[in-house]
């Protein structure tokens, strides 16, 4: 199976994690449930597609559900997969007198109460299937007896070298959602070799829910010999994305052509990702999972590379029955970062949370819409799909790529919003291409309608505009000329007004809504540009209504709190909500 990444990203709700520990205690023999592909394999995630757990239900997962997750007499008595044997005789129970915290009446004979048997019966291979993922047992079967067996033909080769990188055992926080990361250093880097597959090593099937692996650019990256928190990335220089193993996949095999160079003239410093998830927040937990990376020294074509586009804006209403995004790489960009005569793509596949319910990348070329490199009509996070590309596809410099995703969100009563929280969601689509030299940055994300890449996107906000709020803020003429006129904290004056429509008229990035919320994103930590906020915040409401004189002094303005986050008066954050946020940011910061 070739590689492929959840990116990123990548997380797990509580109340799709029935494949975890928590309910296999709630079942007779749930944690001892044998495999219909391998008896000697366990099938962790009873009531799932997923052998490991989490994402679609199948059948017995869908009953166990119904019945308030309980053995009940009616469950038990079920036949849940048609075989011909109840749920009980299936899972060591056959007189349904089992009950939690208890020994089982039987702990030999077991088979999956979800898995008609015999597989390979034509009656079985026709069982129709639940969740919309596969029609027939037969499909998902084929599927999951593929899982857990690595196959990379290139492997076997008598010169390819490995290197194994775990983390040592390492207590797992006692909450639902974590992420720590490592570094690792190449252990032969005298030479340049090809990194052309992984294998994941999963240590505790119970947590670990993802990992990705990361190239460090700069040779003094630090090298850490336990893992540490992170984020969506490692840190320092270890941004590149390699590698991802998760839920679903069990290892990754690159395109024969091409691989990612590590040495002298690649990577010399590798960082991994470890997203863990603990629904019932156990605190006794450890893991030291990590990944098999094979390299050879005999170098392939071209040097290959992996490349992430997207939208990094959503807002899904709470008990949404559908909300698209879209994220687009216009052309602008495509011209910006594909050089020469383009890239090849071999491998491409999507990413988004468990919000989300369809997916599709698309390629346009002159105008004209040219295909769709991946298409998920349903999309599922534990089971990713895959797309390999044999011959790879073209992709040319001036192309648009344009990524859409679909959620809903019908039992949800809270707005969701982009991010790498589990309750977040995402709109990304990964995918591997060569040669790497021509696309070196391997980036394309918007905000909105703002696409990094594209200055015409960018309402008169470039990166020359963006700068000064970065670097010597507290110097410039726009902070001296708000902070002077005035006062943080305090009720709107005539000439901190004057000063701040002022400062909208000559700077782009106060006035463009989806600029400053960049901004205020990014330098969320910062004193000077928390101290300029602060003092922005006592007109801003003033300023809204004198722009929207049909608002009503009644009606609230919109806000960060809102998740508006909007630019100066154009769609002013409300008044007391600045101040507090702008409050708790500097008696944080000044400590």
């Known amino acids: 199976m070739r590689w492929s990444l959840l990116a990123a990203f990548l997380c797990l709700l509580a109340r799709d994690a029935d494949g975890y520990g928590n309910y296999q205690l709630q079942i007779p023999n749930g944690d001892s449930v044998p495999s219909p592909c ?31 997750h309980n053995w009940t007499r009616e469950l038990c008595q079920k036949d849940s997969d048609g075989d011909g044997k109840t749920n009980g005789q299936e899972l060591g129970d056959p007189d349904c007198a089992w009950t939690p915290n208890s020994l089982p009446p039987l702990d030999t004979g077991l088979s999956h109460p979800a898995v008609c048997e015999p597989i390979d019966s034509e009656s079985c291979k026709s069982k129709a299937q639940e969740g919309g993922l596969y029609f027939k047992q037969e499909e998902w079967t084929d599927d999951a007896c593929k899982s857990g067996i690595f196959e990379c033909p290139a492997t076997n080769a008598a010169d390819v070298e490995r290197q194994t990188f775990r983390i040592p055992p390492t207590k797992v926080p006692n909450k639902v959602t974590s992420y720590m990361c490592q570094t690792f250093r190449v252990d032969d880097v005298s030479r340049d070799r090809h990194m052309i597959a992984t294998r994941a090593i999963i240590n505790n099937t119970n947590v670990m829910h993802h990992m990705v692996l990361f190239g460090c650019t700069e040779p003094n990256t630090p090298i850490f010999d336990v893992p540490y928190k992170c984020g969506m990335s490692p840190g320092y220089s270890c941004t590149p994305i390699l590698s991802v193993w998760t839920l679903g996949l069990d290892g990754e095999c690159f395109y024969d052509l091409s691989g990612i160079r590590v040495g002298p003239s690649g990577f010399k410093i590798l960082a991994m990702q470890y997203h863990w998830n603990n629904p019932t927040k156990e605190d006794n937990y450890i893991d030291s999972s990590g990944m098999e990376l094979y390299f050879t020294p005999t170098l392939r074509d071209y040097d290959s590379g992996v490349a992430m586009f997207g939208q990094q804006s959503i807002l899904i209403p709470p008990y949404s029955t559908g909300t698209d995004v879209t994220g687009e790489c216009t052309e602008t960009c495509m011209n910006t970062l594909v050089k020469g005569e383009g890239i090849n793509i071999t491998y491409a596949f999507n990413h988004m949370h468990y919000l989300g319910v369809r997916q599709t990348l698309e390629q346009h070329r002159n105008g004209q819409f040219l295909r769709n490199i991946t298409n998920d009509v349903v999309y599922n996070y534990d089971s990713p799909r895959t797309y390999q590309f044999d011959p790879p596809l073209e992709v040319l410099p001036g192309d648009r790529i344009v990524t859409k995703c679909h959620y809903k969100s019908p039992k949800r009563g809270f707005t969701t919003f982009f991010g790498d929280e589990t309750s977040d969601e995402m709109c990304y689509i990964i995918f591997s291409y060569y040669p790497q030299q021509n696309m070196p940055n391997s980036s394309c994300n918007a905000r909105d309608k703002w696409v990094y890449c594209d200055p015409a996107t960018r309402k008169g906000c470039q990166n020359a505009d963006m700068y000064k709020f970065y670097n010597g803020f507290n110097n410039t003429e726009l902070y001296q000329n708000i902070t002077t006129r ?22 782009p990035c106060l006035a463009d809504p989806t600029s400053w919320s960049i901004l205020s994103n990014n330098l969320a930590g910062n004193l000077d540009f928390n101290t300029f906020r602060a003092h922005l915040a006592s007109c801003q409401t003033e300023i809204y209504l004198e722009d929207h004189p049909a608002t009503s002094h009644a009606t609230k303005a919109p806000s960060e709190c809102d998740g508006t986050n909007g630019a100066i008066g154009n769609s002013a954050n409300s008044h007391m909500a600045n101040i507090a946020a702008a409050l708790i940011s500097l008696v944080l910061l000044k400590g």
Request: proline share 4%; with cysteine.
């Open 38 to 68: 391998n008896p000697n394999v366990i099938w962790r995630g009873v009531g799932h597609l997923n052998a490991q757990g989490g994402g679609i239900r199948n059948k017995f997962g869908l009953d166990f559900a119904a019945a308030g």
């Open 486 to 507: 005035c006062k943080a904290f305090s009720p709107c004056i005539t000439e901190c007004k004057e000063a701040i429509l002022t400062a909208r008229a000559s700077d």
